[in-house]
DNA sequence: GGTGAAAGGTCATTAAG
DNA sequence: CTTAATGACCTTTCACC
């Protein structure tokens, strides 16, 4: 028995699609590592048989574990070097978000969530200074049904994004 | 003359390693559009030489704008369907801080931000489950000079993580 | 497992700043 | 004069059947 409810009707996470094991999590993290390798160095550094990377790596694409191979861009690299947090009140309309749609249209917003509490959405905005970050959440405001918004900002990046620990910690959790 | 400003004492970007022009800007766009694509394959879609797009890439690497090519992990696939902002306040500690390495220590602690405002850290998390984000916190709250958290979830991200259209718009404002 | 096709490197030439 | 793009050549390596 695994560690699954045995009331599976409560469990609403697809069972077979959302497991890697430890062959999984090796891959990608070799990639990660390395993204220009080609299957067959991969099969020689994993121990195992290229056919084997190969049907792998389609899988984990098909299931949208991995979702591409894009190149990582660095704003700061680009010259964006400040970056916000940008929590904001809206008027709640029906329908699917207007106020979205438009923030999307500003290419220094790097992401939107709608989210819990006082505020109704939070975003990640980068600017080239402080000054320039104030020409965004302008921006930001005058975006229709913008009613109020807070800013933060990052001064430092400890932790930069990353999944890799997650994806090897799946395994030992077993079958899910 | 250029938009920069005539003291240039006073512009603390490194003046000519934060440039890219159209055609970094198209590239990457491709590439990001088709991760797959080979050198060869990109130089035939932007009508350029093989060698020229190698030598961008190359550059675009070597100055940091492009920090990788590793494979794109979508936890939500992993079964981690849950996403949190958790902002934290801690016990200040001179040094480079021991609170943010702990933090590291947690597979679903995504991301660490020092902040400006009434917290002091912003942290993205993922959690299997609404009951399995009070067990990741359970750990944050652990770590040693974190005094208090507050934890806001993501419902809806309307607009994921990307950064193409920034790329677009940097060739857009001229040499820096 | 074999084969056609790229990747990756170097070079000389040419063009543009 | 410096920097970059180009096309040509070569060898190794990989992806696909």
Redesign the pocket.
Known sequence: MNNLSSFPWQNPVNLYSMTIDDLDARLIALLTAEP??????CSRRLGVA?GTV?ARLDRLVARGVVTGFGPDVSPAALGYDVTAFVTMEIRQIAGHDPVADRLARIPEVLEVHTITGDSDLLCRVVARTNADLQRVIDQIVDVHGVLRTNSIIALDTPVPYRVLPLVADVPRHGVR
Do not use: A, F, H, P
């Open positions: 220009r390798l080609g299957v067959l160095e290229r190969q």
